[in-house]
């Protein structure tokens, strides 16, 4: 118990390290994100077109029947 309580200590002590100096905590974040690089970095799976097309947002909406209520307070809800 007094080795893993000493375990912990010192792992608080790095931890205020890194949150106490800008420097290490750019070297740790840059670290982090080289690992991440190297699990995910594979090769693009999707395909980027150049083609698209041209939508609104209207188009975006899908198009259904409903009520719309005013209330006398002027609350608006549709259903």
Request: hydrophobic fraction near 40%.
């Amino acid at each position: 118990i007094i080795a893993e309580y000493r375990e912990i200590l010192k792992k608080i002590d790095e931890l205020l390290a890194i949150l106490g100096s800008d420097i290490r905590l750019m070297e740790v974040i840059h670290d982090e994100l080289i690992v991440i690089r190297d699990q995910f970095g594979d090769t693009r799976r999707t395909r980027i077109i150049s083609d698209y097309l041209d939508l609104s947002r209207a188009d975006l909406i899908t198009e259904e029947d409903m009520v719309v209520t005013v209330s006398h307070e002027g609350y608006v809800k549709s259903q």
